[in-house]
């Protein structure tokens, strides 16, 4: 079987981890990878905004199925296009992508479907969002409609009225059209994904996500600063009740309105006092989430894969997940996400005790790197034996390849440290450990991550 994984951060080193590791030995290609998934997978460099191009190449080099391990691909319409060329690919249609692309999209979404979420409108008239805002207590969120162009939150009216019309200018940056503007929620930030196929639908695990650099969720705001799962009562009953609070309406939604979808779905909340709440909806992982989610699924990814390419979901037995629960630190370079030092050497790898696992996010490896040769000018093919020896020294979990030496930072969220135990103190406590023993110019990370379950 043929893989063609599309991305190049801890997303994209977790589901190759994954695949790599399949009782099946697929041949994986990532597009383009980093230096963590450089040792066990070819790379190939593809413009995933031309997904003409990238369709004719997926049927040129006879490619089985297609894995975007971020939504910016299906925003540009892949699945519509492979699709026609009868190449399997997993992930949401365009127009239903586009729930993603725009919050003023979602909310409507969300308003009509009962989904859970702050009270709010999407605005697409300034003069109207204006007169909106009048009428609210403060404070207030502010945000843009594309979610790369921020959000604020007001306590002063004179700066929301201002803070308004300064967002709502730069909505042109990204092509968004608005803001939506709403109540402010507080309280932990947690995020739930789910396999779907349109109509059935599996529930992943509930993951806390952390988007504070600084300790006690302060700071600014970044992706990737870590993430947890509980094996906990409680976990479990989150789970449970996201899925059927927040999941099955979205799913619902989506076939209610035509908004094809054959892969992953997720909901971002926040848990208020009043209960979870919804504040995005998406087609793929959150960073960190995957990294944690993954390795407690003790099931071969790929038949979950091609069951929901092919509406055969409900034919499967519900996941088996270890009973661990499990911590993931990202490993910063001082100062992200703004100003920070790039292209130090990445030492300590083989310090990392056996079965922690470091999925890179922003890491090159030049020594290690084969680019992926063309069926047509090669049949060069690599064994399932080396394949898997190589994957488990990467992940500290045997001996360490020669190539760690060329190993080196290329952005601000470098890599994840990923620990399991018995309980989220146990595996906090080994993520620390080991987090610390790796190293880099300005390294830092956050030593609170998982003190609490979910609250």
Known sequence: MKILLLGDDGRAHALAWKLINSPRSPEVICAPG??????????????????????????EE????????????????????????????????????ALERSRCLAKEFMIRHGIPTAPGRPFIDLAMAERYLATLTL??????????????????????????????AARSLDGGEGVVIEAVLRGPRVALSALTDGRTVVPLLATRLYDRVEEGDRGAQARGVGAHTGNSAFAQRLTRYLHEKFILPFVAGLEKEGLPCWGLIGVDCIITTEGPRATALRFSFREGEAQVVLPRLEDDLIPWLEASITRRLHELPPPTWSATASVGLGLMARGYP??????????????????VMLFHSATTNPAATAPYA???ASNRSRSADALSSMIGGLLGMGGAPQSWGGLRTTGGLVAT??????????????ALVNADRVQFEGRTYRSDIGERDFG
């Open 34 to 59: 980093n230096g963590g998934t450089a040792p066990f997978a070819p790379s190939v460099t593809l413009d995933v905004a031309d997904v003409a191009g990238l369709s004719r190449w997926t049927f």
């Open 62 to 97: 006879q490619i089985d199925l297609v894995i975007p391990a971020t939504s910016a691909p299906l925003h540009a319409g892949l699945v519509d296009e492979v699709l026609s060329l009868h190449i399997g690919v997993w992930g949401a249609s365009r127009r239903a992508a």
């Open 139 to 168: 404070p207030v969120m502010i945000k843009t409609d594309h979610p790369s162009g921020g959000e604020e939150i007001f306590d002063d009216r004179y700066a929301a009225l201002e803070g308004l019309r300064r967002l709502f």
């Open 338 to 355: 703004n100003f920070f030092p790039t292209g130090g050497q990445i030492r300590g790898l083989e310090e990392i005790d056996p079965g």
């Open 374 to 376: 063309s069926r047509l």
């Open 417 to 430: 440290v990923v620990a399991q135990g018995v309980s989220l103190p146990g595996a906090r406590g080994r």
